[in-house]
């Protein structure tokens, strides 16, 4: 073999050497650049999951309000929320308890007064969840349930200055917002009567 082919021999083993050097690299970037999309998917995968399992316990979804009035008075009060979490409302008090029918507004913000929680459902709500609500609420203290008119939202748990919208007797907030609320001392008057007023509750 002559010198000449000798370095053409060369050259092209070189040139072949840099090549699979250069496809070396190409694939080991592939593959981090593939490892590194996979566990950051991964990542905003499982921080999504947290984040709904977080938000089916958690009560960061309450809206909270100021409630600045809380007169007594007989006349219909027109209340910024519907249904209401506080305000102008009538003397007299609602029984806490269940009602199949729905009550007076003003006699329930005074309930709220005391520290009720006032758990409303849509009129249209299936009867197998109205049992799941009645179940959930029968035995519990100052706590309210009964439908109301015109209501959208599955369920609406309230107290006064607090409320969380829900969409059925199944999310596991509802009974941490009765627990959070009832007799809470953000009421201006916890602990006052929720029995001795007016009303019938079925339960």
């Known amino acids: 073999m002559t010198g000449a082919e000798q370095a053409s021999r060369k050259e092209r083993l070189s040139q072949l050497q840099a090549r699979q050097r250069k496809a070396e690299r190409l694939r080991r970037i592939t593959v981090v650049g593939t490892s590194a999309l996979l566990v950051s998917g991964i990542a905003v995968a499982s921080g999504v999951l947290f984040l709904r399992e977080r938000n089916k316990t ?54 709220q007064e005391h520290g009720a929680v006032w758990i409303t459902h849509s009129p249209a709500l299936p009867d197998e969840d109205r049992r799941k609500l009645r179940d959930l609420v029968a035995g519990r203290e100052y706590v ?60």
């Open 58 to 111: 958690s009560l960061d979804a309450v809206r909270t309000y100021a409630v600045k009035n809380r007169n007594h008075t007989t006349e219909a009060v027109t209340y910024p929320q519907s249904p209401p979490v506080g305000g102008d409302h009538d003397p007299t008090w609602i029984n806490c308890g269940i009602y199949d029918q729905p009550v007076r507004t003003e006699n329930v913000v005074h309930a």
């Open 144 to 203: 309210v349930l009964s439908p109301f008119t015109g209501q959208k939202p599955a369920v609406v748990a309230s107290a006064w200055g607090r409320q969380l919208a829900l969409d059925g007797p199944d999310d596991p907030r509802l009974a941490r917002f009765i627990r959070a609320h009832a007799k809470s001392p953000e009421a201006p008057e916890p602990g006052a009567p929720c029995d001795g007023g007016t009303g019938e509750p079925a339960v």
